[in-house]
C-alpha cells in the first residue's frame, strides 16, 4: 500500500522549479547563438562562467522538481507495528500501542500518532486492502 502526502501543494512548487530549470538550461544554451561583434577572450570567458552558472543551476532545479519514490506502509500484526518504507530502507516504525487514534474516512485510512501527529495516510481503493488493514488495526 503506498501512502500518500498531507501536503497537495507539492506538485505546484515541483512544476515551479522543473520550469525554472528548463528555462535556464534554455538560457545557457542560446547564450552562445548570440551573434556578436566582440568576441574577445574576456567576452568569451564571461560567456562560459554565465553558460556554467545557468546550465548548473538549471540541472539543480531541473532534479530538485523531481518526484520522490513512493513511501509505502506495511502493517505488520505479529510485531505490532507499522512500518514506513521507502525502498530499500525503513523510515520509520511505530507500534500499534504508539497509535493515538485510526480513522476511516471514505478509501482513506488516517493513522494519528499519540502526540496528535499524523503517521500515515493511506488510500485503501481495494476491498482486500482494507479488510486486512481493519482486520490488523482492529
Do not use: Y
Amino acid at each position: 500500500m503506498a501512502a500518500r502526502t498531507v501536503d497537495g501543494q507539492r506538485w505546484l512548487v515541483r512544476g515551479v522549479q522543473r520550469f525554472f530549470g528548463v528555462a535556464l538550461l534554455l538560457a545557457a544554451g542560446l547564450l552562445w547563438l548570440q551573434p556578436g561583434a566582440l568576441n574577445t577572450p574576456d567576452v568569451l570567458l564571461f560567456k562560459l562562467a554565465v553558460f556554467c552558472v545557468f546550465a548548473l543551476a538549471g540541472a539543480g532545479l531541473m532534479r530538485a522538481g523531481q518526484p520522490e519514490k513512493l513511501v509505502e506502509v506495511e502493517i505488520d500484526p505479529a510485531a505490532r507495528e507499522l512500518r514506513l518504507v521507502r525502498a530499500p530502507s525503513v523510515i520509520d516504525t511505530v507500534a500499534f500501542a504508539d497509535f493515538g487514534k485510526v480513522e476511516q474516512i471514505g478509501q482513506i485510512l488516517r493513522v494519528w500518532h499519540r502526540d496528535g501527529g499524523l503517521v500515515a495516510e493511506v488510500p485503501l481503493s481495494h476491498p482486500d486492502h482494507r479488510a486486512v488493514a481493519m482486520a490488523a488495526l482492529g
